[in-house]
């Protein structure tokens, strides 16, 4: 059914960017729900939507702006589709968020690929931040955003780097790499191989893969004549990087695996258990205050905030919120030039379930350094410096090592 504005509610949207007339915000949340990672999606929103309820029981959003004694917006969180890999679709879900629905913003996209296409048809024509807690592609880095494009994960240059130092630090020096057709995983296969060989590592060959087969084994072949003593498989845990790992095991071609972020999840361990013991890579992931107090609220929330990109995407919606308050206005075009500011140094530092005292700060003219629970710190263009958690798999588990 067609939404129809009153002369009323017209004009307030002509006069400019202040606040909505209701007593709500909507944020888009655009993720992968459906595709080659659709099993990380779910714990990604949840800890955004995590994010946005702190903020609406606080009261405190924009609260008395309009020189009333009025209390807080409430923040509403409309979830659409990316797929990741369709970036058709995913350029019609965020249009139907900002046309339909009428988000103020997009916490997302999820994936480099459908990330560069919703900011270049939707958000830069409709002058609409987005924040993806997930897209690594190093592309995205040098993207023309018109300052609207910003990302709590580091980009994949930095985990290129990260990889490299693990596996040598393991005392490997030959490895194969497979990847999934696609930005992100050229993107991370090309960063990978130029920090390895820089290091004076061999990559014995370097060879896409595509998503949806039934079979692998042709891929394997050829990754396996070129031999190396592990496969660096960059591609998507709920499609070929699967597949990929699944066909190498019954060859026998490798039984050692390096696992970058699209792969580390549960559903990794459920497909292979101990089968990959030894195995190992790296997510983004710090330790810190904040992430404890993180995955205790999510606990209490009743889902997984050790998932890969759950504290990335609760820190992606903190940004948004606290710099609408920082501009007092719900306007893109308003707030997008708080992000940086409220993100970084000078100010009071600001740890999750601390949203509140955050809106207090700002709404008295103060200042905050907006720490979170993946220990924000934007570098230009408006991304993550970088750390990261190395993990092995042991007895069929995900164990984490340290952390870069």
């Known amino acids: ?26 944020i888009g949340v655009l993720l992968a729900f459906t595709g080659p990672l659709e099993s990380l999606a779910p714990p990604i929103a949840a800890g955004a939507e995590l994010a946005m309820k702190e903020v609406s029981d606080s009261g405190k959003l924009l609260a008395g702006v309009d020189g009333k004694d009025s209390a807080g917006l409430k923040v509403v969180p409309v979830r659409g589709d990316d797929t990741c890999v369709d970036a058709a679709a995913a350029t019609a879900a965020a249009e139907r968020l900002v046309t339909s629905d009428g988000v103020k913003a997009i916490v997302g996209a999820m994936c480099s690929g459908v990330t560069g296409a919703v900011l270049s048809n939707v958000a830069m024509p409709n002058g609409i931040v987005m924040i993806s807690p997930s897209a690594t592609s190093p592309g995205l880095s040098s993207v023309e955003d018109n300052g609207l494009f910003f990302r709590t994960s580091p980009s994949d240059a930095r985990q290129g780097d990260i990889m490299a130092q693990i596996i040598l630090d393991r005392g490997l020096k030959d490895v194969a790499v497979t990847y999934t057709n696609n930005d992100y995983g050229k993107g991370l296969a090309d960063s990978f191989q130029k920090a390895f060989e820089e290091m004076g590592g061999k990559v014995t060959l370097s060879a896409p893969h595509e998503d949806g087969k039934a079979d692998y084994s042709a891929e394997i072949g050829a990754l396996a004549a070129a031999g190396g003593e592990a496969l660096v498989v960059a591609g998507y845990v709920d499609q070929g990087g699967s597949g990929i790992i699944r066909a190498a095991l019954d060859t026998g071609a490798f039984d050692l695996f390096v696992l970058p972020d699209g792969m580390v999840a549960d559903a990794l361990t459920e497909k292979f258990g101990d089968e990959i013991d030894g195995s190992f890579g790296q997510l983004p992931g710090s330790e810190s205050e904040g992430g404890d107090k993180f995955l205790e609220m999510a606990k209490a929330a009743g889902f997984d905030g050790t998932s890969v990109y759950s504290k990335e995407a609760y820190d992606a919606a903190a940004l948004i919120m606290l710099s609408m308050e920082a501009a007092k206005s719900t306007s893109s075009n308003d707030f997008k030039s708080k992000v940086m500011d409220v993100a970084n140094a000078p100010g009071e530092k600001i740890y999750p379930g601390e949203l509140a005292k955050a809106l207090q700060i700002l709404a008295d003219g103060g200042d905050v350094d907006y720490v979170g629970a993946s220990a924000v710190e934007l570098i230009e263009p408006g991304e993550a410096a970088g750390v990261y958690r190395e993990i092995e798999i042991d007895d069929g588990k995900i164990v984490t090592m340290g952390y870069r």
């Open 1 to 26: 059914m067609k939404r129809l504005l009153t002369a009323t509610a017209v004009a307030a949207l002509l006069a400019g960017p202040a606040l909505a007339q209701s007593d709500d915000v909507k």
